[in-house]
């Protein structure tokens, strides 16, 4: 690893100037979720405290390394280093909990939603 950075540069700056292969997340928060559709391997320390589903979590191994433990993170950048880490590049997990095609409307359909209800309870004092 003796051309590995860490960086306190906000991760999407991170990527356009190092372009990297590999992230190590050490847990799950936004950081592994903004880096997901990245073409880039990713290792993460699954997180206890706030634990996934079974099936996102499922999904999620798809796309990215999850380790349990400290050491098996470890023996995973020794596997990448050479070359015997698996390339993980389904992207279910992301279109299913992350993007959806539709997010906009969403979005809009929501912010609908409040105004009007809103409007209804001003109404109403």
């Known amino acids: 690893l003796s051309h590995s950075k860490v960086s306190s540069l906000p991760?999407?700056?991170?990527l356009?100037?190092?372009?990297?292969?590999?992230?190590?997340i050490e847990s799950i928060s936004t950081p592994l979720y903004e880096i997901l559709d990245?073409?880039?391997?990713?290792?993460?320390?699954?997180?206890f405290?706030?634990?996934?589903s079974?099936?996102?979590?499922?999904?999620?191994?798809?796309?990215?390394?999850?380790f349990d433990e400290i050491e098996e993170l470890l023996k995973g950048i020794d596997l990448w280093c050479e070359g015997k880490l698996p390339r993980l590049r389904d992207n279910?997990?992301?279109?299913?909990y992350i993007y959806?095609?539709?997010?906009?409307d969403v979005i809009i359909s929501?912010?609908?939603?409040?105004?009007?209800?809103?409007?209804?309870?001003n109404v109403l004092l």
């Open 38 to 47: 990245e073409d880039v391997e990713i290792l993460a320390l699954n997180d």
């Open 54 to 66: 079974p099936e996102a979590l499922n999904l999620l191994k798809k796309r990215a390394h999850v």
């Open 49 to 52: 405290v706030v634990p996934f």
């Open 16 to 24: 356009e100037i190092y372009s990297p292969k590999m992230i190590i």
């Open 110 to 121: 929501e912010i609908e939603r409040i105004i009007e209800k809103s409007a209804v309870s």
């Open 92 to 96: 279910r997990f992301y279109h299913k």
């Open 100 to 104: 959806r095609k539709n997010s906009k």
């Open 11 to 14: 991760l999407y700056i991170f």
